[in-house]
């Protein structure tokens, strides 16, 4: 079975590592143990140790880190053909020798699997891992925490993806050769990801447990689609999945609550600016004559004529309600009459290179406030920062976007 389509579940990402002496302590016993059941009659070369050591350091730090966290298991891909190509993302050990990994994790009874099936509609369901009591128990006497966990040095952080085939695929990932610009990119997210590393961030919040969270994961990458101007919003970081009202009563900067500071109409603004024309008063989603009522709607829909290489002929997904009754194409005929200085944008493609621009003036605001000793967390087109230097953020935020997108932002605090 070929499993290489990917659920909507985490995947072992082989690229966790112990971060505590007990955690080492841990990760070796457990690969001494699969040593101990193994019954191969020949040793292996030494670049064959290495990287099987690898794999199962790897897949033992990432079961580790799924119990201690929401425990849902990890989807793995059994079939050798999903290592045969295998690029920059993935670790140098990696081989096809992981399924074999995984099969003495199995003999040894620290992990469980559920294999592999085709689902009725047609695709495939990468195989399920997770571990055992006896793992689990194992791992409760350590009382090692998410803490003890961290992301593995090496990660690519500059990630391509291929266009979407469609608008419920995920575009895969694709190779490429570094240049001036990708080095660029990179060496700016090594800062900030230095720098959160260090960083005093925290979660506190009564309905949470403290292992359901875990901060020290605070690796940002950059996603780009299709080539290196177009998108590269930041994804990563333990802050980001937060359900809104989690983020903002849980989250701690310096031991402080913090702020989330959100661009307002942002995509809209950014189109405005790019055709050097000035956006109008009040609220760009609210079209008339169908008034604020709508406004969800037509939010969804302007988005959707920007992103799009050709208008909407149906309405988008999970609008029907939200917007009003009648044919799509007078709807998008009064988004145009709106904004008439912006209709040539619309269904013209340009909204991942508006996005790129978003980006861009993420990561500089982040960058520029690191530099007067500001922490900054970016949510997509937002930040969160410490309540107490909230002011300083939207000011840097404010002069940013202006000399960026040469018009006014508008900056709201969640």
Same mark, same amino acid.
């Given at each position: 079975?070929?499993?290489?389509?990917?659920?909507?579940?985490?995947?072992?990402?082989?690229?966790?590592?112990?971060?505590?002496?007990?955690?080492?302590? /841990?990760?070796?016993?457990?690969?001494?143990?699969?040593?101990?059941?193994?019954?191969?009659?020949?040793?292996?070369?030494?670049?064959?140790?290495?990287?099987?050591?690898?794999?199962?350091?790897?897949?033992?730090?990432?079961?580790?880190?799924?119990?201690?966290?929401?425990?849902?298991?990890?989807?793995?891909?059994?079939?050798?053909?999903?290592?045969?190509?295998?690029?920059?993302?993935?670790?140098? /050990?990696?081989?096809?020798?992981?399924?074999?990994?995984?099969?003495?994790?199995?003999?040894?009874?620290?992990?469980?699997?559920?294999?592999?099936?085709?689902?009725? /509609?047609?695709?495939?369901?990468?195989?399920?891992?997770?571990?055992?009591?006896?793992?689990?128990?194992?791992?409760?006497?350590?009382?090692?925490?998410?803490?003890?966990?961290?992301?593995?040095?090496?990660?690519?952080?500059?990630?391509?993806?291929?266009?979407?085939?469609?608008?419920?695929?995920?575009?895969?990932?694709?190779?490429?050769?570094?240049?001036?610009?990708?080095?660029?990119?990179?060496?700016?997210?090594?800062?900030?990801?230095?720098?959160?590393?260090?960083?005093?961030?925290?979660?506190?919040?009564?309905?949470?447990?403290?292992?359901?969270?875990?901060?020290?994961?605070?690796?940002?990458?950059?996603?780009?689609?299709?080539?290196?101007?177009?998108?590269?919003?930041?994804?990563?970081?333990?802050?980001?999945?937060?359900?809104?009202?989690?983020?903002?009563?849980?989250?701690?900067?310096?031991?402080?609550?913090?702020?989330?500071?959100?661009?307002?109409?942002?995509?809209?603004?950014?189109?405005?600016?790019?055709?050097?024309?000035?956006?109008?008063?009040?609220?760009?989603?609210?079209?008339?004559?169908?008034?604020?009522?709508?406004?969800?709607?037509?939010?969804?829909?302007?988005?959707?004529?920007?992103?799009?290489?050709?208008?909407?002929?149906?309405?988008?997904?999970?609008?029907?309600?939200?917007?009003?009754?009648?044919?799509?194409?007078?709807?998008?005929?009064?988004?145009?009459?709106?904004?008439?200085?912006?209709?040539?944008?619309?269904?013209?493609?340009?909204?991942?290179?508006?996005? /790129?621009?978003?980006?861009?003036?993420?990561?500089?605001?982040?960058?520029?406030?690191?530099?007067?000793?500001?922490?900054?967390?970016?949510?997509?087109?937002?930040?969160?920062?410490?309540?107490?230097?909230?002011?300083?953020?939207?000011?840097?935020?404010?002069?940013?976007?202006?000399?960026?997108?040469?018009?006014?932002?508008?900056?709201?605090?969640?």
């Amino acid at each position: 079975m070929d499993e290489t389509d990917e659920p909507k579940t985490r995947f072992v990402n082989y690229n966790r590592e112990p971060a505590s002496e007990r955690a080492k302590a /841990f990760v070796a016993d457990a690969v001494a143990k699969l040593l101990a059941n193994e019954t191969r009659q020949r040793k292996r070369r030494p670049r064959d140790q290495e990287n099987f050591h690898g794999q199962a350091s790897a897949l033992i730090c990432d079961l580790c880190h799924d119990t201690l966290t929401d425990g849902s298991g990890l989807h793995f891909r059994r079939s050798h053909r999903a290592y045969e190509a295998l690029t920059r993302y993935d670790p140098n /050990f990696l081989t096809k020798k992981v399924t074999d990994v995984v099969d003495m994790m199995i003999a040894s009874e620290l992990a469980e699997q559920v294999m592999g099936q085709r689902n009725p /509609f047609g695709t495939n369901v990468a195989t399920l891992i997770r571990p055992t009591r006896t793992f689990i128990e194992a791992l409760r006497r350590s009382g090692l925490s998410v803490a003890d966990f961290a992301r593995g040095k090496g990660a690519e952080t500059i990630i391509l993806r291929e266009p979407k085939p469609d608008h419920w695929s995920r575009g895969k990932l694709a190779d490429y050769q570094d240049d001036e610009t990708t080095n660029r990119y990179r060496e700016e997210i090594r800062t900030i990801n230095q720098w959160l590393a260090e960083a005093d961030l925290g979660f506190d919040h009564p309905l949470v447990s403290a292992n359901a969270v875990d901060v020290s994961d605070r690796h940002l990458s950059r996603i780009f689609t299709g080539s290196f101007d177009r998108c590269g919003r930041l994804y990563g970081g333990y802050w980001q999945p937060l359900k809104k009202e989690l983020r903002r009563e849980g989250l701690r900067i310096n031991g402080e609550p913090v702020a989330v500071l959100d661009f307002g109409q942002m995509i809209v603004r950014l189109a405005y600016g790019h055709a050097g024309a000035r956006p109008p008063e009040g609220d760009a989603y609210c079209i008339e004559p169908y008034g604020p009522a709508y406004r969800e709607g037509f939010k969804t829909l302007i988005s959707a004529m920007l992103f799009n290489d050709k208008e909407p002929t149906k309405k988008p997904k999970g609008t029907k309600d939200l917007l009003p009754k009648g044919d799509v194409e007078a709807l998008c005929q009064a988004v145009k009459q709106a904004h008439p200085s912006i209709s040539h944008l619309f269904g013209a493609g340009k909204g991942l290179s508006l996005m /790129f621009q978003e980006s861009e003036i993420l990561i500089e605001i982040i960058r520029e406030l690191m530099a007067i000793g500001i922490t900054a967390l970016p949510i997509h087109d937002a930040i969160a920062v410490s309540i107490i230097c909230h002011e300083q953020a939207i000011e840097i935020m404010r002069n940013t976007f202006r000399n960026k997108v040469g018009v006014e932002p508008i900056i709201k605090i969640e």
